[in-house]
């Protein structure tokens, strides 16, 4: 007789352990598993920022969150459903987020003394009591790895104990009914090189499963149903994925080589490592010795007809300042990407943040106004890199496209767009002289104040460029009073001119009846979403609006906020976008802010926002 099978609705599962316990490979394969099935998902990585942080410390702990349904969901989830812990640290960390009643799937092999007490515990979690609240597992993960790859030639006890991982992985497919044959293709392909290697993965991952349908322990398991999602071709894509598809995708519309500088740096990276491995595109990465060298080429290469590019997170974005303010003066196109992290200065490099905004806005000497976009999904930073590049290619401006650590890592279904349906963004190039016999720099389309931009080596068109003040029209050095206060409010109006030529503020209220709107921008669309459809669905009225771009506002932002009574604005900062609506637009805005280096949670939205109600 066959084990019952029950059906939900949606499951969160938290995987932890060591950061070289390989969490993030077994929550990513889980997740790809899942996407095949057509499962709904949202996923949410949380690792250390250390290579590879003390063993067994709680600081070293590594987590990934997935969470799936037969629906449509916005977030990862709030609180984990089953929280697979490898080891003590592991356990102690996440416990506090398990409700009552969840579920635990413990490696009793790695609670011994030595871990119990680098995990503090004075006691063992097993044996106390501690656990009553919950439905505890106890499988010994990795000597039952080890005894399961006992045959395999070449292999070690420690090295088949580091397959644990996949064991697990095995244990977690059977329980909830995910296929483990990508898997099985993956493990081919990532260690075909190394036999042995491959064959102890997969003799891990089938034990897993087999554990699952043999224990006694194991008596349920669960179905989830694919999601009734758009029709169409999807794909799981995470942000920072997404955004560099974005660029290459803004790269064809534009007809222009994309050019990327950049320099390493947590949790931007993997923008530039993707866009390398992309040639066949056309694409130009250049690995600079610094940020500033980095923002320089980028920069170069739009001054030559790219599509110069350049990204990085907080820290480095500091160091690009005075590169974008000569990129303002120049008015040449440029993307400088900002994947926002915990900060100030180093801060916590692995954990998200949203405190960047003031920085983009107003950091940089004199007047200096350059556009902002702020992407909100993982799947969006796809479109908020082709709007990002469309705005700077129409207006020779630098822009900065804003992302975090909490979009760059978490991934979702994406529903891979329709070619026709992206816009064309092909610049105009100067290609002849526009005052006679002469060529003007600096002369103006008089719709978008964009200058002419002459690709160096046309001939007659040749032209100066600098840091130095310009003179209108021929773009000359110049000195003189009346022509800088006429450049820098040209400037000005040039990218305040961008509010026409951007969708107006959508506002999300059905009977238009409500008295509190919640307005956020960047990764808090997902929790501000699931909160409001929360109390939506307890009968309570709650408008709903999200900013993409920040800088300039849509031109209906402040109708939208001066037909409610309240206004509350969640951020992952200390309030800086309350600060400019409540500076531009005289509107009593609440401020409701989180900086713990972690997203915001739907609950406690729900609980910020009913407060207001």
Sequence with gaps: MGKRV?????????F???????????????????????????????????????AGSLPGVSGFQVHFADHDILTPGDRPDV?????????????????????????????NERNLQKAAYSSNPLQDGSLSDYHVHQVALASMTVEALREIEGITPREAERSKNFFALGLMSWLFHRPIEPTLDFIEAKFGRRPEIAEANTRALRAGWNYGETSEDFAVSYEVAPAKLTPGRYRQINGNTALSYGLVAASRLSGLQLFLGAYPITPASSILEELAGMKEFGVVTFQAEDEIAAAGAALGASFGGALGVTASAGPGVVLKAETVGLAVALELPLVVVDVQRAGPSTGMPTKPEQADLLMVLFGRNSESPVPVVAAATPSQCFFAAIEAARIALTYRTPVYLLSNAYLANGSEPWLIPEIESLPDITPTFATELNDGDRFLPYERDPETLARAWAVPGTPGLEHRIGGLEKEDRTGNVSYDPDNHDLMVRLRARKVAGIAADIPALDLDDPDGDAKVLVIGWGSTYGPIAAA??????????????HLTHLNPFPTNTGDVLRRYEKVLV??????????LLRAEYLVDAVSYTKVSGAPFQSAELTDAIGAML
Excluded at 6 to 14: L, P
Excluded at 571 to 577: H, K
């Design 532 to 545: 409001v459809r929360r109390l939506r669905s307890e009968g309570k009225k709650v408008a709903r609006a």
């Design 6 to 14: 029950e059906h939900r609705d949606r499951v969160i599962i938290r």
């Design 16 to 54: 932890a352990g060591d950061s070289g316990d390989g969490m993030q490979l077994t929550g990513d394969r889980f997740t790809t598993e899942t996407a095949l099935i057509g499962n709904d998902l949202a996923t949410l990585p949380d690792f250390p920022a250390e290579i590879r942080a003390p």
């Design 570 to 579: 969640p951020e992952m900062n200390l309030g800086q976008l309350a600060l």
């Design 83 to 111: 929280l697979v812990a490898m080891n003590p640290a592991a356990l102690k960390s996440n416990l506090k987020d398990l409700p009552k009643g969840g579920t635990i799937i413990l490696n009793t092999d790695a609670f």
